[in-house]
């Protein structure tokens, strides 16, 4: 059984296995430092679709159809599909994801999405509600500047504290361990799509170190009073410290227990001040700490200010360049720490403070 460890945090006894997962990204992701680990690099950043809304829409489509086409399993294998966006009644994910017919919990947690998906994902699997569940979710720049901000035909000047919402879609699968041990069984999965070349080939379970969520930190809403829509690494630092310091006190934990501690949307403005809160509280992450909105473009060749942020940011680091690591043992275990400002076009237009949310999952290599 899994146990309740802290004040919001939970301990998993039999930790779900995240089997697969897959990164979709648009064109300035593909050229930035992680270019060529994604598993599709888009070379247009509408995917073929009459506009940005439709875009986002590809984008998790093909994240989904590439991450069980990894896995060797199809749509009927799929218990639950937890899954959501930025946009407005999250229609990115009902467009893009009604033609799997999966059971769908959709959710909203701003940029912390990816981690509000894994963990839910995660529970249910290690409740025994189901064998296999997928998370998805997505951002797209062009769909968010148009919704949250300014159209892009304003050509507004951005300050530099401000963060570039990746395009990109992150989708994973997690099981328990009678399932992943059936995948095992049926070998690697040879195609995904047979009209689609450059699709990724699950390069089978030889040799492959498993990626097991073997605890969560869920977060609390908190309100630092910014009110800077164009300051976003401010509004999720204090988030982030609040959830972080809360999961080592629950797991009886320092920062050196954890090969890296990963943000998901900070930059360059909100890592600063997230290391500064924290070592107020006597906590010292800055030689561990990375951030994937850092990780995912150079700021200065690429003009993306702060770094990078959205739903799409923190998914696709973690499926492309971080979960590798895990598998191959270079990193045993990482505390993954997207985060998210909740607020919405009306809310900053009426003068609202932007708050900020953050979850906490602790992904370990390894078996046992």
């Known amino acids: 059984m899994s146990e309740q460890v802290g004040i919001q945090s939970i301990l998993f006894d039999d930790p779900p296995y995240l089997i697969s997962a897959a990164s979709v990204v648009g064109t300035k992701e593909g050229e930035g430092p992680l270019g060529g680990t994604f598993d599709v690099e888009g070379d247009d950043d509408k995917f073929n679709s009459e506009n940005w809304e439709a875009a986002e829409s590809a984008l998790q489509k093909k994240a989904l159809e590439v991450v069980m086409g990894k896995a060797g399993v199809t749509e009927l294998d799929i218990r639950y599909l937890f899954a959501g966006d930025l946009l407005g009644q999250s229609v990115a994910t009902s467009f893009g994801l009604q033609s799997f017919g999966i059971p769908l919990i959709g959710l909203y947690g701003a940029c ?104 969560i930190t869920t977060g609390r809403i908190v309100d630092y009073g910014v009110r800077d829509s164009m300051n976003m690494g401010a509004a999720m630092a204090p988030a982030a410290m609040d959830v972080i310091e809360t999961h080592l006190k629950d797991f009886g934990r320092k920062p050196e227990d954890y090969d890296r501690i990963i943000t998901g949307d900070l930059g360059e403005v909100g890592q600063k001040i997230l290391i500064q809160l924290l070592k107020e509280k006597g906590i010292d992450i800055s030689c561990n700490h990375t951030d994937c909105g850092l990780e995912i473009f150079d700021n200065e060749k690429q003009g993306t200010g702060s770094g990078g942020s959205g739903c799409g940011c923190s998914a696709v680091v973690l499926a492309a360049h971080f979960l590798p690591m895990l598998i191959s043992g270079e990193l045993k275990r990482i505390l993954f720490v997207p985060t998210g400002a909740l607020l919405s076009k009306i809310s900053f237009n009426e003068g609202q403070n932007v708050p900020g949310i953050a979850h906490a999952v602790v992904l370990e290599s390894g078996d046992d």
């Open 112 to 215: 912390s999405t990816s981690g509000l998906a894994l963990s839910l994902a995660a529970m249910t699997v290690a409740a025994g509600y189901a064998d296999l569940t997928a998370a998805v979710t997505s951002s797209h720049f062009a769909s968010a500047e148009k919704q949250f901000r300014f159209p892009l035909e304003y050509a507004n000047q951005r300050p530099r504290s401000t963060t570039w919402t990746v395009t990109g879609s992150g989708a994973f699968l997690l099981a328990n361990r009678r399932k992943t041990g059936e995948l095992e069984k049926t070998g690697p999965h040879k195609k995904i799509c047979a009209d689609d070349k450059n699709a990724p080939v699950n390069e089978g379970w030889a040799n492959r170190r498993k990626v097991r969520i073997t605890g």
